[in-house]
């Protein structure tokens, strides 16, 4: 049967089932795709790089297209300020299977999660969220010698 299209089986007694077909679920990922930053870790680079496993096409006409990276951070603020804390998410596209954002992460607990789209549009399921901190780091002392004259 061909995509989209159904079939007419009657059975005795007079019952009649319609059953459709799907030749294209849409793509894929198996399972665990995340690598890294792993879950739970401490990332101390202001550049983190994302990477996964590449994704599944179950169309040979319709490839992976592209992948979006939603990483969402949860910024502490100053004890006085309310709320607490703010939310800021960024989405990223990319064709590759590993990513690093142009910007610098702020300090902050972040999740990320990677979506695949093939070519006709279908997308993966979120599916597995990875999270990870991002600790403040202290600025590199400096220290200059001392002159006394």
Not at 88 to 110: D, R
């Amino acid at each position: 049967a061909e995509s989209g299209s159904s079939c007419v089986v009657t059975m005795s007694k007079a019952k009649t089932v319609v059953a459709q077909f799907n030749d294209n679920p849409g793509p894929g990922f198996r399972p665990k795709p995340l690598k890294s930053p792993p879950t739970n870790s401490e990332v101390t680079s202001p550049r983190v790089k994302f990477d996964w496993d590449d994704a599944f096409s179950n169309d040979d006409e319709a490839p992976i297209e592209k992948y979006t990276l939603t990483v969402t951070v949860t910024l502490a603020t100053a004890p006085a300020a309310q709320p607490a804390s703010e939310t800021v998410t960024y989405t990223f596209e990319t064709t590759e299977t590993s990513f690093t954002p142009n910007i610098t992460l702020p300090t902050g607990e972040y999740e990320w999660t990677i979506v695949a789209q093939d070519a006709d549009g279908n997308q993966t399921p979120a599916g597995q969220t990875f999270a990870f901190t991002r600790p403040a780091v202290e600025p590199e002392k400096i220290y200059l010698p001392l002159i006394v004259r």
